[in-house]
């Protein structure tokens, strides 16, 4: 009987360190801190196309969806629309910082454009002169 009890202490403490560490290591775990913190995180299943990544941001979460088809030699992704999940959350950011999402998403997809949705698409479409403090005045 005394064996048994043992046993089981023994697996208790198996599943315990078990589950610890499927918990650390948990993807969306890290999104939600970097989220939190305010830094970059890029979550994407790579083999899975129909599954939509997650970018997080300045404490911006971005989704982008990607869409198969054919280049010279392969099929890839080559087109990725993304959007922001909260647009009251781009406040305060500027049109280097969705240049720095773009340059990350072509990393990891190399062959694909990526498009935004709005409202960041006009933004970004906007003439860089249009940015100046006095606008069409210079």
């Known amino acids: 009987?005394?064996?048994?009890l043992r046993f089981l202490l023994f697996a208790l403490?198996?599943?315990l360190i078990y589950t610890t560490v499927r918990y650390l290591l948990n993807p969306k775990r890290k999104l939600e801190l970097a989220h939190?913190?305010?830094r970059y995180y890029f979550l994407d299943d790579q083999n899975n196309v129909r599954k939509n990544f997650l970018i997080t941001y300045k404490g911006v979460l971005f989704e982008g969806e990607k869409y198969l088809g054919t280049t010279d030699n392969a099929f890839e992704v080559i087109s990725i629309f993304v959007w922001?999940?909260?647009?009251s959350a781009l406040k305060?950011?500027?049109?280097?910082d969705f240049h720095f999402i773009e340059r990350k998403i072509t990393e990891q997809y190399p062959n694909a454009r990526v498009d935004w949705k709005?409202?960041?698409k006009e933004?970004?479409?906007?003439?860089?002169?249009?940015?100046?403090?006095?606008?069409d005045l210079i």
Not at 123 to 135: D, I, R, V, W
């Open 84 to 87: 922001p999940r909260s647009t």
């Open 36 to 38: 939190e913190q305010k």
């Open 92 to 96: 305060g950011m500027v049109r280097e």
């Open 123 to 135: 933004f970004m479409e906007k003439n860089h002169s249009s940015a100046t403090p006095f606008g």
């Open 13 to 15: 403490i198996i599943f």
């Open 118 to 120: 709005s409202p960041i």
């Open 1 to 4: 009987m005394m064996w048994l």
